[in-house]
Each structure stands twice: as C-alpha cells, then as structure tokens.
C-alpha cells in the first residue's frame, strides 16, 4: 500500500508546510490514539510519552499532539528536549503504549519530523501507520470521547535522569574513562545536556562543544553531519578522541586524536570484532545497508563473519537483525543499532561501547578506530525534472548495465532514487579509484540527460 505521509523514517517536512503542520500533528496524535484503542478495544486509559530536539517548531508540534492525544482521552507524558532513543527506551519503561519523537534528524532547523515508537520500544509496524494514515483524512469528531473521559498531559521531570542511568548501566563495571580527554559535539541537539554529562560522570575529561541550542543553530555546521570543527578542535586540544552526534542523537562519527573523520563502518567493524572475540556477537555478523563500504564486508569475511546487506535505512537494518537473530547493525552515516541495549539507533550508547574497547585495549583511537581500509567510494547526487522518470530510459538502463560488469570483479555499483527529493543517487566503489570516478561521471551524466 502506498503512503501518503510516513516515509522510512517517520513523517517529515518543512515546518508550517504540509504535512509538517499543527494541524497535521494533531490529526497524527488523534489518529493513533484511536488506532490504538482499536487494538485494546478501549479496556484500559492509553499512555504516550513524547519527546523531541531543540528546533523551534518543537514547541508547536509537541503541543498540538499533546493536545490530540488528550483530547482522544490518552494520558500525555511530555519528556522535553531528549535524545530519540531516550524516548525508545522511556516508552518501554514507563509501559507506554506509544511513544513520540518530534525531530527531523540531522536536517536543518526549518524541517521536522514525527517518529512513532510502539510499546515495546521499536519503530511502529507498518499495519499501524497505514491504520493511522487510513483515519488521518477522516472528519474524526463523531469519535470524540465524552467530557469526562478526556485525557490529561503532565511534564516527566527526571526523563534525562532515567536516560543518563540507562546509558551509564550500559558500560562495563569497574571501568572508567580517567585518563580520556574527549571532545564532544552535540549539534545544538537533543544530547547537548546528557552527552557530557554521562561522560563526566564516568570520569573523562569533556570538552563540549554545541551545547547552547537557541531553536535554530540544530545541525548548523555541527554535529556527526558536519564534522569539521569537531576534527580541528580535537587537534588544537590535544584531545584524545572526537564524539560527533546528530539533532536527535540517535547516530554517531567519531574523529581520532589526529583529526581524522571515523564513520559507522570502522564503528561496526571494531565492535564485530571485538564481541566476536569475546563470544558476544550473534548472527555469525553485522547487519548493515547496501551503502557500506565493501572494504567493511571483506574484512568481516576474512574474521569468518558475514556482512547481511538490507536497503538504505535504519528500520530495514533493524527489522533484519529481529529476523535474523543479530546483536549488531547499523549504517555508514553513523547510526549503530545494538539490540543488546536498546531498540533503535543510539549515539552515545554506541559510544560507550567504542570507548569501553578503548580503555581495555590501551590503544590511541588512530589504531583502534582505523580497522579496515576502506575501499575508494563515490556517491554523487543526480536531480532530475519533475515528472522525468530517469530509471526507465533504456540509455541509463544499457548505461547502468556496463557500469556493473566493469566493476564485477573489482568493486561495485548502487543506484536508486531518493526516497524524499527528485535525485537519482549513484554510488560506486572499487579498488582502482580512477575507474570509479569515470564510472561515476560516465553514468550520472547519461542520468542527467534522461533526466532534463
């Protein structure tokens, strides 16, 4: 079934445009309330907890869900400004039968987003978005409960609190981190409170950096998007390691005492390695996105570890690692999914479990964060006119064709659409970086042309 305003990722737009409204947001909270109580056949009050970043328009859409939900008789819990999988994590724990994240993610400011959580803390399943997204179009006022039988919202003063524990739980007993001296970018996001205070409570040395949000500086030139202030920061500080997080916290780019950007690939691969040797990870690999470097995958192979590919997108990553029995997944751009902590990307959770093997190998970030070479790769955006179907022209097609038996031996080639702007993404990799860059430029310029 097609949809018309979940994505892959939740809702998203461009706030006070449709569907990123508060009106829609309203319809949204009425219509999963009523979902739900579907599902209960109305036995008990419905509970949603709702979180978001720091964006300006967070202010909006938290209150009109609020409003919705409470006025489909739900009670509200309203967590403020927290990480994504804060909110996993606090869904499950406050037995909530739904959780919210208001957040766009990495984008800029002017977007956001809605992101739903069903009660045992994973990504709602997609017979409940079309349930929701069949009740959003529909006059819902033949459905409004009684006076006495609304809902009603109130403020969760300790939800960063109950966060900070879980995230510190997650690291090994006895271990800490004096001695690190840590740089870390919260993107003027949702982390910017918990991120250094969990690290200096486990002893390291911090040093923050977007930490002071004022509604519209998310993700402006910070954060695991746009490291490069982070990578000059840790050298001028003399610092041992990077952390790089995003608007909701829920990916993470490191960056080495040397200045030098670690992407979720490395991330992945260090952590595979050492739970495997440690008898912790299952699967028999990593489950991870077509988008991964195939460097990634011949170094798993050559530990006897398999690298399980799913589409692009961290619900796809998980939904594999739930089918296929993994404990580690995740994607290049930084979101690292360990399902033996939580259910759903989490930058800090993911960097304590880097900076644990840190601490107990003694090695400096260069030589533990850099464990395969990656493979030379080119991704390269190709927009194309409205209505143009650039896919189907028979030249990108024989074009596409000759790319992929170039590269057979020797590398590798995606190409797909965007699944939320007119662009045609086109990614190749392979050991002879000159032959890529050709291909890369050979292709996207036939792609152009079917395209204008």
């Known amino acids: 079934m097609a949809r018309k305003y979940f994505g892959t990722d939740g809702i998203r737009g461009r706030t006070n445009k449709f569907p990123m409204t508060a009106e829609m947001a309203l319809k949204v909270a009425m219509a999963t309330a009523l979902s739900l109580q579907h599902d209960h056949l109305g036995l008990h009050q419905n509970r949603v907890v709702i979180g978001k970043d720091t964006r300006l328009s967070g202010y909006m859409l938290e209150e009109a869900m609020a409003a919705g939900f409470v006025a489909m008789g739900m009670e509200v819990i309203l967590l403020g400004p927290i990480p994504t999988p804060g909110v996993a994590m606090l869904t499950r724990s406050l037995r909530a039968d739904v959780g919210v994240m208001i957040s766009a993610s990495h984008n800029q400011y002017e977007d956001n987003g809605i992101k739903l959580f069903g009660s045992d803390g994973y990504k709602i399943p997609d017979a409940l978005e079309e349930a ?6 529909q006059d819902l006022s033949d459905e409004l409960p009684e006076p006495d039988l609304i809902g009603k919202a109130r403020r969760m003063d300790d939800a960063l609190g109950r966060y900070v524990e879980f995230l510190k739980s997650s690291f090994p007993r006895g271990l800490s981190l004096d001695g690190l001296k840590i740089v870390v970018d919260c993107a003027h ?3 910017y409170k918990v991120a250094p205070q969990v690290l200096w409570e486990l002893e390291a040395e911090v040093v923050p950096m977007g930490v002071y949000p004022n509604g519209r500086n998310i993700n402006a030139g910070c954060g695991a998007t746009a490291t490069e202030a982070l990578q000059e920061r840790v050298v001028s500080e003399k610092a041992d390691l990077g952390i790089a997080l995003d608007g909701d916290a829920d990916r993470l780019i490191m960056v080495d005492e ?3 950007r670690i992407d979720g690939d490395q991330l992945m691969a260090l952590l595979g390695q050492k739970w495997h040797e440690d008898g912790r990870l299952r699967g028999g690999g990593v489950a991870a996105t077509v988008m991964s470097n195939l460097g990634l995958e011949r170094y798993l192979k050559t530990r006897g570890l398999t690298l399980a ?3 692009v997108g961290d619900r796809h990553v998980v939904e594999r690692m739930r089918a296929d029995g993994f404990n580690l997944g995740g994607e290049q751009s ?5 399902s033996d902590f939580g259910t759903t990307g989490d930058g800090m959770m993911a960097a304590l479990q880097i900076l ?3 601490k107990q190998q003694s090695y400096p970030a260069s030589t533990a964060l850099n464990v395969f070479t990656p493979l030379p790769q080119i991704l390269q955006n190709v927009r194309f006119a409205s209505g143009a179907k650039p896919l189907e022209s028979e030249a990108v097609k024989e074009a596409i064709a000759k790319a992929e038996k170039s590269l057979a031996n020797d590398g590798r080639l995606l190409v797909r659409p965007s699944g939320t702007e007119p662009l045609i ?16 430029d050979d292709l996207c310029a036939v792609i152009e042309k079917a395209g204008s």
């Open 189 to 191: 996001g949702a982390a």
């Open 258 to 260: 040397k200045g030098r």
């Open 425 to 440: 993404r086109v990614m190749a990799e392979g050991d002879d970086a000159a032959k890529v860059k050709s291909i890369v």
């Open 356 to 358: 644990a093997v840190l």
């Open 132 to 137: 929701i997204e069949g009740r959003m179009d």
């Open 309 to 311: 590919r799913t589409p």
């Open 334 to 338: 930084g979101h690292i999914i360990m």
